[in-house]
C-alpha cells in the first residue's frame, strides 16, 4: 500500500511538472551557474505548490460534484464527442473537418479530467494533457500543413453523399446501443454507460473512413476511432 501511494504521489508530481513547465516555463534555468540552478529551483517549487493549491480548492469546492452531478456532467460530455462525429460526417471542406477533430479532441481531454476529478485517479490528468498536445495542438497543425500543400479545400466527391451518410451514422448508433445494452448492467466502473457512444464513435470513424475519398478525411476518421478506443 505505501508503494502504491509513492507511485502516485510521483505521478501527480510529474503531472504538475509538466503543467507548470510547459505552461508556465518561466523561471527555468538555462545554464550551469549554482545561482541560476538555486533560483530555477525555487521557482519551480514556488509554481508546483501554486498549482497544487488550487488543485486542492477546486477539489474542496466541487467535492458534492462527484455525488450530485456525475451522470449530468458525463453525459454532456458523451453526447459532444458523439455530436462531433456527425459534423465531420457532414463537412466538406477539409480543414472544417480537421477543426472539429480537434473540438473533439478538446472535448476528450474535458471528459478525461472530469473523470479523474471524479474517481481520484490523478494518473488520467496526465492522460488528458498528452490529448490536448498531441490531438488538438499537434496533429491539426500537421493537417492544416498538408492540406495547404495539397492545396485542396473541399472534397467534391464522396462514396456516399452527406443526407445518406447521415441516415447510415444515425443508424449506426442505434445499433451500438442496441449491442451494449446487454453489456452495461454488468460493468461497475463510473464510465460504464459511455460504452454505447464509444462503440457509435468507433463505428463512425469507420464510417466516415468508408464513406470519403480523401487521404486527410479517411485519417480524420482513423483518429475519430482512436478516440472512440479512448
Given amino acids: ?4 501511494e509513492w507511485a502516485a504521489g510521483i505521478t501527480l508530481l510529474v503531472f504538475l511538472t509538466l503543467i507548470v513547465n510547459v505552461f508556465a516555463p518561466w523561471g527555468i534555468a538555462t545554464s550551469l551557474a549554482p545561482s541560476a540552478i538555486a533560483v530555477g529551483l525555487l521557482v519551480y517549487l514556488g509554481k508546483v505548490a501554486a498549482l497544487a493549491l488550487v488543485i486542492g480548492v477546486i477539489e474542496s469546492m466541487f467535492a458534492k460534484l462527484r455525488l450530485f452531478r456525475v451522470p449530468e456532467m458525463l453525459g454532456a460530455a458523451f453526447i459532444l464527442l458523439l455530436l462531433c462525429c456527425f ?14 477533430f480537434a473540438l473533439q479532441s478538446a472535448f476528450l481531454a474535458a471528459t478525461a479530467a472530469l473523470v479523474a476529478f471524479l474517481t481520484g485517479h490523478k494518473h488520467i490528468y496526465f492522460a488528458a494533457a498528452l490529448t490536448i498536445v498531441i490531438k488538438v495542438i499537434v496533429l491539426p497543425r500537421i493537417l492544416r500543413k498538408v492540406i495547404e500543400r495539397l492545396n485542396v479545400s473541399r472534397e467534391l466527391g464522396m462514396n456516399i453523399n452527406i443526407p445518406a451518410g447521415l441516415l447510415i ?29 464509444a462503440l457509435a464513435i468507433i463505428l463512425l470513424g469507420f464510417f466516415t473512413m468508408i464513406a470519403r475519398q480523401k487521404a486527410i478525411t479517411q485519417m480524420v476518421g482513423f483518429l475519430v476511432m482512436e478516440t472512440g478506443v479512448f
Fill in 169 to 197: 451514422c444515425g443508424a449506426l448508433v442505434i445499433i451500438a446501443f442496441f449491442i451494449t445494452q446487454p453489456i452495461i448492467p454488468l460493468g461497475y466502473l463510473l464510465t460504464r454507460d459511455s460504452l454505447a457512444i
Fill in 87 to 100: 459534423a465531420i460526417v457532414a463537412q466538406r471542406r477539409l480543414s472544417a473537418c480537421v477543426d472539429l
Fill in 1 to 4: 500500500l505505501a508503494l502504491m
